[in-house]
């Protein structure tokens, strides 16, 4: 059974960073996309970051130059490096994985095609 595990959520003031962790456990297809996803309250689930399992890798517009997605294989864990952060960036931050190959393009307006997903963590940006 896939299950994603998210970590490192929290407060931190604007300016400030936070690093966040998805740890994989079960999945064992060679070929996938993972994501991280945010929502608001009051607002819809958007893409922020994906990669592909070529290790290409798309941002939104929103967060380009400021986040960074990556990947440890032999942790089977995603991260998502967040610098610079904005009282705009507070969400809740999903991961979300699945085998079904997306270009990273893609994965970020995937979000009703992914199959598997974390059960988010909390981050919160202050003024």
């Known amino acids: 059974q896939v299950q994603l595990v998210e970590s490192g959520g929290g407060s931190v003031q604007s300016g400030g960073s936070l690093r966040l962790s998805c740890a994989v456990f079960?999945?064992?297809?060679?070929?996938?996309?993972m994501a991280w996803f945010r929502q608001a309250p009051g607002k819809e689930r958007e893409g922020v970051a994906a990669?592909?399992?070529?290790?290409?890798?798309s941002y939104a517009d929103s967060v380009k130059g400021r986040f960074t997605i990556s990947q440890d294989n032999a942790k089977n864990t995603l991260y998502l490096q967040m610098n610079s952060l904005k009282p705009e960036d507070t969400a809740m931050y999903y991961c979300?994985?699945?085998?079904?190959?997306?270009?990273?393009?893609?994965?970020?307006?995937?979000?009703?095609?992914?199959?598997?997903w974390g059960q988010g963590t909390q981050v919160t940006v202050s003024s």
């Open positions: 990669i592909d399992s070529d290790g290409s890798t």
């Open positions: 979300a994985a699945d085998f079904r190959h997306m270009t990273s393009v893609q994965a970020l307006g995937a979000a009703n095609i992914f199959g598997y």
């Open positions: 079960g999945y064992t297809y060679s070929t996938y996309s």
